[in-house]
């Protein structure tokens, strides 16, 4: 199953999941990101447990479940329950029964009883999607093999917020064609930016994100050459050459090192372009120290920006 066939079934039945950004009608995710600049702009100056005046989440429990490690998706998601009202339960893949061979299926009827929504984080797209075809309360994808939404919309908000409206800009990204990578040429089509991706061959984006995104007029480039990417570009992203879970990081080091952003390749960038990671970084690898924690570099904010945008994420799943 598909995440648009997952959210298809679930858009009948009325559950509202979070899958992948390119599930959503363009005003959906833009709608999202103005209700996350709303409530950023109303917390200045409260404590992080100060809860949001209309308790968005009062009453309802999340559950997270992590089959791979987690410091921002995990903290975030954490606060943004709390400041809307809301509590979480974490856990482990291998604290459930799903360890022992209880199926994912039968897991969702378990938490859609106990919980009001639940946020997934795993190897495996297949268990998220079965997770969603099966639970009767809202699923957010917390990072796949494939994509990882919600890292996704910090980004677009911290561009923005930096650098103005994102619609018909050029953001280039360097590196591994990997989750991070989907979710961005998603996003390039919703939002309506331009993408160069500048990647080895063997670790170029999937072929079918490319076609998804060629069928709807994206303005997506793929190149090997990371100057011709980043050239101009108002934004330079990248992230880890050895994604959790991946195995063969020798050969990935040795393919990659062409592909680290530097101080020479992001001045061939706009003079006034910003840099994203969406962390844990690895200075010295894909990026080096004077550009992630130089003036160019927004990476902090955009991290910060996780418990935003997840707060606008959990509130449309609760139709609030
Ligand atoms: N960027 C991100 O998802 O970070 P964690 O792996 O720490 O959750
Ligand atoms: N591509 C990275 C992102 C981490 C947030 C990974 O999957 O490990």
New binding site residues.
């Given amino acids: 199953m598909t995440a648009a066939v997952a959210n298809i079934a679930a858009a009948a039945s009325g559950i509202r999941h979070f899958l992948d950004l390119s599930d959503f009608e363009p005003a959906v995710l833009r709608g999202i990101l103005d209700h996350a600049a709303r409530m950023k702009a109303g917390r200045k100056g409260k404590p992080k447990g100060a809860v949001e005046p209309d308790h968005p989440a009062a009453d309802r429990i999340l559950a997270m479940i992590f089959e791979k490690p987690s410091t921002r998706t995990r903290l975030s998601f954490d606060s943004a329950m709390r400041q809307l009202g809301g509590e979480t339960i974490v856990l482990r893949a291998d604290d459930l029964q799903i360890g022992r061979g209880e199926t994912v299926a039968d897991t969702a009827r378990i938490l859609s009883a106990n919980v009001d929504a639940i946020m997934m984080r795993t190897g495996k797209t297949k268990n998220l999607l079965e997770l969603a075809a099966n639970a009767s309360v809202p699923v957010i994808n917390g ?1 796949t ?1 494939d994509s ?1 939404p919600c ?1 996704v919309m910090a980004d677009v908000m911290t561009f923005e917020e930096k650098a103005g409206p994102i619609r018909g800009r050029k953001l280039a990204w360097v590196g591994d064609g ?3 990578a989907t979710s961005l040429i998603h996003a390039a089509v919703q939002f309506g930016f331009r993408l160069d991706l500048a990647c080895p061959a063997e670790l170029a984006p999937e072929k079918k994100v490319l076609a998804w995104a060629a069928e709807r007029q994206g303005q997506i480039f793929v190149t090997e050459d990371p100057a011709a990417a980043v050239s101009d570009a108002a934004c330079v992203i990248t ?2 050459w050895v ?2 879970g991946m195995k063969d990081a020798e050969r990935r080091h040795k393919i990659l090192a062409p592909y680290q952003v530097n101080a020479a390749l992001i001045g061939k960038a706009a003079k006034d372009a910003i840099f994203m990671h ?3 970084a690895h200075r010295g690898e894909e990026v080096t120290p004077e550009v992630i924690d130089g003036p160019r570099s927004v990476v902090f904010e955009e991290a910060e920006n996780r418990l935003h945008v997840q707060k606008a994420i959990l509130a449309w799943c609760f139709g609030a």
């Fill in positions: 990072l093999d990882h890292q990997n989750n991070m992230d880890t994604s959790m969406c962390l844990p």
